[in-house]
């Protein structure tokens, strides 16, 4: 009984995020605001949200195999995905610093609970506590900016500061304190996308959390975490941005090189995903400090690719499942000679790897060409060499998995659990996504592109 009512509930909770998502795909453009301009509703927000409904809709249903083989079904998991999903969409209509802040704690609270989802494991709610405690000081210092915004104004909504921006010259000594609190807001906002130096949590959280809560965290609030962090700087602080604009190509330099080096070391696939991801979290960056509308068009871009390409292989990770290795995390042995046992399972991950490194006829390319082109037109051109040339290096462990799938030996023969048909799914539409997006990509960049107008 208990069990049917909780698949009963996933289903119920990803139909209706997909039927949500649709229904805001179609609805008539135009912008609303709630609660004295608190809540914006217009083209932008409406793009963002279709977005991360999707993905999150895509996610649940990935997990319900996985959660029900581990005795972790409950119907709990799908409420608070739910839950994180509303913050998440409350944060990227925010029109006022406070909704702002309302948003991201929904969201994270939710997460926090998802993250020590499997309470019989130390290392589950290890990663639960890791991620609540340093996720609340990050939380702090999006207040202590805040506060600084609002002490030195008067208002927390957007539109008020914008306006108070766009004629001051006057008061220099506000303009310093604001300055400070953008700091702030920015660090909080880096920390929670894992970009590193702020990067020490996420691998530790990545590893200890069960796969079906880190396949969430792992790309859903990046999402909308950067639909807000764009609508701050790029509308509301657009003057202000000198110091931020440095700060942001700092940290998606260190982000480049702690992502693609560190995870070269890495054994464990959960670890090295969560490296891999601070590398992605570092282009997107770069992207941003283009400081232009290709920029943020090619932003938009890399965020939906890189949602589409850990679908695939998160999908992977939960399908190369044995009799023995289904209780410990999976590492690079897991994948040895996967070409083998289960060729199309092999030949997908291949895909999604190439897309990763950024190899054509690949989506992936095209996201991380139109990022590199859209920097150097905005003349950053030694931030870009320097991505370019470490993305090299990164693309060297995509190609070290893609040996273990192909190449590596194995001493006895290995049966897999027949891979799940939620799973099968997903990696088949995916895959054929990341290889129609790169032979015809015009219906993604007009839509990423609409949404860059929309800001600019």
């Known amino acids: 009984g208990k069990d049917r009512l909780a698949g009963l509930m996933f289903w119920a909770t990803s139909g209706i995020m997909g039927l949500l998502g649709l229904w805001l795909a179609f609805l008539e453009p135009g912008a609303s605001s709630a609660f004295n301009g608190s809540f914006i509703n217009d083209g932008y927000a409406r793009f963002a949200k279709v977005v991360i409904l999707f993905g999150a809709a895509a996610m649940l249903l990935l997990s319900q195999d996985y959660l029900e083989k581990n005795k972790l079904l409950k119907f709990e998991f799908p409420i608070l995905i739910a839950l994180a999903t509303l913050g998440m969409m ?12 309302m948003g991201l704690e929904l969201q994270s609270l939710a997460l926090y609970v998802v993250a020590s989802f499997r309470r019989d494991s130390i290392r589950s709610t290890e990663a639960g506590l890791k991620y609540f405690i340093l996720g609340s000081f990050s939380s702090a210092l999006l207040l202590f900016g805040i506060s600084l915004i609002y002490g030195s104004t008067g208002t927390t909504n957007f539109e008020d500061l914008s306006l108070l921006f766009a004629y001051t010259s006057s008061d220099i000594s506000i303009i310093k304190s604001v300055d400070i609190g953008l700091i702030f807001i920015a660090a909080a906002f880096f920390f929670k996308i894992a ?8 691998p530790d959280v990545y590893e200890g959390a069960p796969v079906s809560s880190t396949i969430f965290f792992a790309v859903i609030p990046k999402i909308a975490m950067f639909s ?4 701050l700087f790029q509308t509301v602080f657009s003057n202000l941005q000198d110091v931020i604009l440095l700060i942001v190509i700092f940290f998606s330099l260190v982000s480049v090189v702690v992502g693609s080096f560190v995870a070269l070391k890495q054994k464990k696939i959960k670890r090295l995903l969560a490296y891999s991801s601070i590398s992605h979290v570092g282009y997107m960056l770069l992207a941003f400090s283009a400081n232009s509308i290709e920029g943020t068009q090619a932003l938009f871009f890399y965020l939906v690719i890189y949602m589409i390409t850990s679908l695939i292989l998160w999908s992977i990770l939960l399908s190369v ?3 023995d290795n289904s209780d410990r995390s999976k590492t690079l042995v897991d994948f040895s000679f996967l070409s083998a046992t289960n060729p199309l399972l092999a030949l997908t991950g291949l895909i999604a790897f190439f897309s990763l490194a950024g190899v054509p006829p690949l989506a992936g390319f095209y996201a991380k060409m139109s990022i590199f082109l859209a920097t150097i037109s905005s003349s950053l051109i030694f931030a870009s060499v320097f991505a370019i040339l470490t993305s090299v290096i990164s ?15 194995r001493d006895n023969t290995t049966f897999f659990v027949p891979v799940t048909r939620s799973c099968s799914l997903t990696m088949g539409v995916s895959s054929f996504l990341l290889i129609h997006f ?12 609409k949404m860059a107008l929309c800001l600019f």
């Open 321 to 323: 499942n044995t009799k």
């Open 395 to 409: 693309s060297y462990y995509y190609i070290r998995i893609i040996k273990s799938l192909y190449f590596e030996k």
């Open 90 to 101: 409350l944060m990227v209509s925010a029109g006022d610093l406070m909704a702002l802040y």
């Open 228 to 231: 807000v962090f764009l609508r």
């Open 195 to 202: 970009a590193a130096p702020l990067h020490m949590w996420s």
């Open 438 to 449: 790169f032979v015809n990509p015009t219906l993604l960049s007009l839509l990423a592109e």
